[in-house]
């Protein structure tokens, strides 16, 4: 499944970073190369080849990656194109398991169904929280959240292996699905998975469940539908579309909270900082005596 695009780049730094890394190892001394030791001069020619190996490796997994994804797409497209997945938008989703008693199957993963889920409905993860420590796990785990992990929150997800068995035992290939996910693009997958796996009848939410209206389905949760797929620093100082778009219709109320989390913010980065220069010339007091 991780060709399906949905997992984020094992590579600790972005290409957008690298010449700015590369530049500051070989603008790191004002001597000329004649000038230089032929030992520094060896080691800075030897970050340079690293520095240029490792973009050329992070523009190849991106390319890869790239590639996966849109290969995806066009076999998603073909699905619903062909009539094998039928669309739904929210509202008529709602309608449908009103109306008909069909099911639908939520294949979002914890994070995001425990703050908001539809009423009635099936909940089976396509992809969960990895929540093993192995040592490749533990470094995916840093590499995702150094790499915008912290911002989004969005945790480090592991396809579930059994999730095509758990819809098996739950629903006979004839039952009318409605998969949904979040955003609309694990429900695909999870549409594609079904329909090979010999289901028939099956709808897909378009743009997931963050595209509906609070009365387009009956929900349960503590939070809006739009607000569930949110996470990290990003949701703590309300810088989301969804927040920003809340924002606008709560008036400066709603604005003031996340201004004071910000203003929070600063002023703890920067007791932390002065907090760690005081510490820095205590243990300095120290070793001089």
């Not at 945790?155 to 739950?170: A, C, G, M, N």
């Amino acid at each position: 499944m991780e060709a399906l695009g949905f997992h984020p780049s094992l590579n600790a730094l972005s290409i957008s970073q690298k010449p700015k890394i590369l530049q500051s190892v070989s603008g790191s001394t004002q001597l000329s190369n004649s000038s230089r030791p032929s030992f520094f001069r060896h080691k800075i020619k030897k970050n340079c080849r690293s520095g240029i190996r490792l973009q050329a490796v992070e523009e190849e997994y991106e390319l890869k990656q790239m590639k996966d994804m849109a290969a995806a797409r066009k076999r998603w497209e073909s699905l619903v194109r062909d009539g094998k997945v039928k669309v739904l938008t929210p509202r008529e989703a709602g309608y449908a398991i009103q109306l008909s008693s069909k099911t639908l199957l939520d294949v979002r993963p914890t994070t995001e169904r425990q703050k908001a889920w539809v009423k009635g409905s099936t909940w089976i993860p396509i992809f969960d929280v990895d929540n093993s420590f192995d040592a490749g796990t533990l470094s995916r785990k840093v590499t995702e959240f150094m790499m915008g992990g912290w911002w989004s929150g969005v945790p480090t997800l592991s396809y579930d292996k059994q999730f095509l068995s758990k819809v098996q035992e739950k629903f006979p290939k004839d039952t009318d699905l409605i998969v949904a996910c979040q955003k609309g693009l694990r429900s695909l997958a999870a549409c594609e998975l079904l329909h090979n796996a010999g289901y028939e009848n099956l709808f897909w939410v378009q743009g997931g469940l963050e595209a509906a209206e609070e009365e387009d389905l009956e929900r349960e949760g503590p939070l809006p539908f739009k607000f569930a797929g949110i996470g990290g620093l990003s949701e703590f100082l309300g810088w989301t579309d969804q927040q920003r778009a809340a924002a606008a219709k709560e008036g400066w109320g709603y604005r003031l909270v996340f201004s004071a989390r910000l203003v929070g913010l600063f002023l703890a980065a920067d007791a932390l900082f002065i907090g760690a220069q005081q510490v820095g010339r205590y243990l300095q007091d120290i070793r001089s005596h």
